[in-house]
């Protein structure tokens, strides 16, 4: 674990170098406030990950400016975005950071309206890779992947296109599944049902469960059923992958297209119009607290299995998601979005 970590480290250090050059000195935030807005609510997966991050990172930003966080989980989290990207400030005292849902949904949402452009964002890295699963509670009737092949099984959702949602539906247009996702809820009471039996499962992140209800998993109350992922989770050796059981290519070109976002889960972006110099300084730092023993350590105590990206990896990444071919977009779309 470390030696990976100290051979990731050099490579983020190289990469946040390369780009800072002398502008570096530039950039002074000393006194300053600096506010990282969040895509998510208070307590939820993406919140957790982040104030993780921002107790570490004053001391590697240039003056050890306050960072304080602000939660905006409205239509989520695509407030958040919303703000950073038309009203943040762009000297260095703003950046976000969102769940995959407000990443992928100008290609994936019909007529979107939505007042931004992800790819104009400036990417300062992303610290984890999704890892999606559709689980159900041990009180649900179905046990397993041949179980919710043959019967209904309901599932929270916290919107008509958020991740969950989509996960559960493309599942059943992939695999044949018969989840049925139940919109309506919010991050503060969608585990909750759950728990209450007011449904009996949820597609979501391991990374996002691992750091809001990590008993659930170990003490085996949420019985994964199948990997949506397209790598398989050491820890789940035995449930089957969906991209196993897929027939045809275009059946794959959805699974990889829908799971794109996912290789840079919750990403660390500055808003448009940023300077290269605040851009590097960032980056530099990101890579700093990245390689922070202590960081690590708290990280791994809360349950999060980091697989940090750079940011010109980010960069890459959102290329390849919105370059993505409409025939395969559009396929993804219609399994994805609730029938009328």
């Known amino acids: 674990m470390l030696g990976r970590w100290a051979g990731a480290a050099g490579v983020f250090l190289l990469s946040a170098n390369g780009l800072a050059g002398g502008a570096m000195a530039q950039v002074d935030l000393k006194g300053r406030t600096v506010t990282m807005y969040v895509g998510g609510g208070a307590g939820g997966g993406v919140d957790i990950f982040a104030r993780t991050f921002t107790q570490y990172l004053p001391r590697y930003l240039p003056g050890e400016p306050q960072v304080v966080v602000s939660n905006m989980p409205g239509n989520g989290g695509i407030q958040a975005v919303q703000y950073a990207y ?5 000297d260095g ?4 950071t969102t769940n995959s849902g407000p990443v992928v949904e100008p290609l994936m949402r019909g007529g979107f309206t939505g007042n931004y452009e992800i790819p104009k964002f400036r990417w300062i890295g992303s610290l984890v890779k999704g890892d ?9 009737p179905a046990k397993s992947l041949a179980d919710a092949q043959r019967q209904e099984v309901t599932m929270v959702s916290t919107g008509a296109t958020s991740a969950p949602m989509r996960s559960a539906l493309l599942m059943n247009a992939l695999i044949g599944t018969k989840f049925r996702p139940i919109s309506g809820f919010h991050v503060g009471n969608a585990l909750l049902a759950i728990e209450r039996g007011e449904v009996e499962g949820i597609c979501n992140t391991l990374s996002s469960m691992r750091t809001t ?3 659930w998993l170990t003490e085996k109350k949420l019985v994964p ?3 949506v992922a397209m790598a398989r989770d050491p820890a789940l050796p035995d449930v089957p992958r969906a991209v196993d059981l897929l027939k045809t290519d275009e059946q794959r070109q959805m ?4 799971l794109l976002p996912y290789e840079f889960n919750n990403p660390l972006y500055l808003p448009p119009g940023v300077s290269d110099a605040v ?4 980056r530099k730092a990101f890579a700093a607290v990245m390689a922070d023993p202590a960081y690590r350590a708290d990280a791994l105590k809360r349950g999060q299995n980091l697989s940090p990206k750079t940011g010109q990896e980010v960069e890459k990444l959102v290329g390849r998601l919105f370059a993505t071919p409409k025939d395969v977009v559009q396929r993804t779309v219609e399994a994805t979005s609730p029938k009328k």
């Open 213 to 215: 209800r990590a008993a």
């Open 279 to 282: 851009l590097a300084t960032y």
């Open 225 to 227: 059923v199948v990997q």
């Open 86 to 90: 038309n009203v943040a400030a762009k």
């Open 255 to 258: 699974l990889e297209f829908y």
């Open 132 to 140: 999606t699963v559709c689980a159900v509670w041990h009180g649900s």
């Open 93 to 96: 005292t703003a950046f976000g």
